[in-house]
């Protein structure tokens, strides 16, 4: 690891010869910590962003040299101490023509326990340098695991919320300007909390490109973005996220990088600060010509004495620019709290509601939840019957079942028809009726479904997310991911029983130019329990029955195509 930029002063070693991966163990040393202990959050992020096994995983993959282009959104999960292990593994996930994503997950080991935890998992997205006029395109990844496999599925999904991000963002900021911004007598101008920052980039600063290290940036975005944190509190703020970290443009040794930062809003305990970065070189700067080289927004908490955390003041923006940081950082809040609380929460809690700031977190979630269950290993066949057979899986209190139907239509034609749940009325004798609530997008839908009374009990209703993907790479499925959602337009309503589904959908495999195998996955829950119970115990053959009418209606309507 480079000695005076990265981890000064620290023993790294990277392990060279790894398939599509790199990893990079380090040890803790005390210029990584400051004052404290532990180590700062800058260099944290310096660790996630600068090591060099980052980009020589891109390097390795591209065959040129490559810079970075953004960063998604960091969390830090765990501090790290003065003589622990931190552990930087790094693989490249997926290619995006000239982009490609870099998976970086980072651990600290304590030497003494062996105890490992997670500090950060974060996304790279690099792209190759061009070798003149023309751009790099780059070569396929190469899928050897179950894992890539997956990886470079959800990379895919991951790329359509960055592209999406700013749509979300502008939507969520509309509505939180009906908000009136803090009035309180008491609370701090934000011009209070403004510092600018200038640095010399020098040699060690830089790679062997001559570029800045995007590292080397970051900690000093942090370090002034800290100061600008500490004249609300009296007590050293703590980093505990980097948001929006992208870089607009290229520095070079030589050039003076000027930073500024200012407090955008406080939420009790947090505070957001947001940090500009421009770049001159010797020219511009005596024709004050700045560059914008990179922009992030920092939100850092701070502890009293006792451990407890520190309640910021209010602050008061004091012109329109910042009145627009000041709701952008409300927008900000929203989006990130909406991702924490659906990607973090157990699958057996209640639907999520569908909401502006969620909407692209909760397509995620439901994508990447089916493709996991979908990828288990365990599965276990309880019955087979034609050309249908019954799969279940079971882990820990968690019961998964399968369902696998050869059927004799192209899979392209079996996902068309199966990804329009207005259909399954023709198929499924449960559904009672079908209606779109929301047409979100060519790709996912909102349904409201009615299914009928059992043992004498009120109909149930759904309201279901529908997400369908077709297949990233000819060997890979096409996905119709369903979940349960609350919208507003379909409260619960006393002559149903609403209920709920975690997790279930299609993944349709192609066997050959007219025929495929269709694969109905749901994870068990206590509405869904009975019929399964029956099946097994062989008291009923609802599931085989709906399995093969199933097979028919897909022939019947696929023979029409």
């Known amino acids: 690891m480079d000695a005076a930029a990265c981890l000064a002063g620290a023993h790294c070693r990277v392990a060279f010869g790894c398939s599509q991966e790199e990893e990079g163990p380090a040890a803790c040393s005390p210029c990584l910590s400051g004052t404290s202990p532990w180590v700062s959050g800058c260099c944290r992020g310096r660790v996630v962003t600068e090591c060099p096994c980052v980009s020589f995983e891109a390097e390795k993959h591209a065959g040129v040299s490559c810079v970075t282009a953004s ?3 960091i969390q830090f999960e765990e501090a790290a101490r003065v003589g622990q292990i931190i552990a930087i593994r790094t693989k490249v996930n997926r290619e995006f023509q000239t982009l490609m994503e870099v998976g970086i ?7 003494l326990t062996n105890a490992e935890k997670i500090v950060s998992v974060a996304y790279a997205t690099y792209e190759a340098k061009p070798v003149g006029a023309e751009k790099i395109e780059l070569k396929p990844i190469e899928l050897q695991s179950e894992e890539d496999h997956l990886e470079y599925f959800l990379a895919l999904e991951r790329s359509i919320i960055r592209m999406g991000y700013l749509e979300v963002f502008q939507k969520v900021i509309q509505e939180s300007n009906s908000e009136d911004p803090c009035e309180d007598k008491d609370a701090v101008s934000a011009e209070h909390t403004h510092v600018q920052s200038t640095e010399l980039v020098l040699p060690p600063h830089a790679n062997h490109h001559g570029n800045t290290f995007g590292g080397q940036i970051m900690a000093w975005m942090q370090t ?3 100061i600008s944190a500490s004249r609300l509190c009296r007590s050293r703020p703590i980093l505990k996220a980097v948001n929006r970290f992208g870089f607009w443009g290229p520095s070079f040794v030589g050039d003076r990088l ?10 009790h305990s947090s505070v957001e600060v947001g940090v500009r970065v421009e770049a001159y070189s010797c020219g511009e700067w005596i024709q004050e010509q700045p560059r914008h080289i990179c922009s992030a927004f920092l939100t850092f908490s701070a502890l009293d004495d006792r ?12 012109t329109q620019v910042g009145v627009r940081r000041y709701f952008g950082a409300i927008a900000r809040r929203r989006i990130l709290l909406s991702s924490k609380c659906i990607l973090s929460a157990k699958e057996d809690k209640p639907s999520d509601a569908w909401e502006t700031s969620n909407q692209a977190y909760l397509n995620y979630k439901s994508v990447a939840a089916l493709t996991l269950l979908a990828g288990k290993p365990g599965w276990g066949i309880t019955k087979t019957l034609d050309d249908v057979k019954i799969w279940t899986h079971k882990e820990g209190d968690v019961l998964s079942f399968k369902v696998e139907m ?5 899979s392209h034609v079996a996902f068309s028809l199966l990804s329009d749940f207005r259909l399954c009325q023709r198929w499924d004798r449960h559904y009672l009726a079908c209606e779109v609530l929301q047409d979100v997008s060519e790709r996912e ?5 009615i299914s009928g009374p059992t043992a004498g009990r009120q109909p149930k209703d759904f309201v279901i997310l529908v997400s369908q993907r077709e297949p990233c790479q000819p060997q890979m499925p096409y996905t119709v991911a369903v979940r349960s959602v609350t919208h507003r337009a379909m409260p619960p309503r006393p002559e149903y029983s609403r209920s709920e589904i975690l997790c279930a959908g299609f993944q349709i495999h192609s066997t050959s130019s007219s025929c495929c195998t269709v694969c109905y996955f749901n994870q068990v829950t206590s509405g869904v329990m009975p019929y399964l119970t029956a099946n097994l115990t062989g008291s009923s053959k609802s599931i085989e029955d709906t399995a093969l009418d199933c097979i028919k209606f897909l022939e019947l309507e696929g023979s029409k195509c």
Request: charged share 20%.
């Open 406 to 410: 050869q059927v004799k239509v192209p």
């Open 71 to 73: 960063m998604d959104d």
């Open 445 to 449: 839908k909102i349904y409201h479904v």
């Open 307 to 318: 451990g407890e955390p520190l309640t910021f003041p209010r602050v008061r923006p004091t």
């Open 105 to 111: 997950k980072v651990t600290v080991q304590d030497v």
């Open 258 to 267: 000027v930073f500024n930062a200012i407090v955008n809003n406080t939420f």
């Open 224 to 226: 002034v973005a800290s």
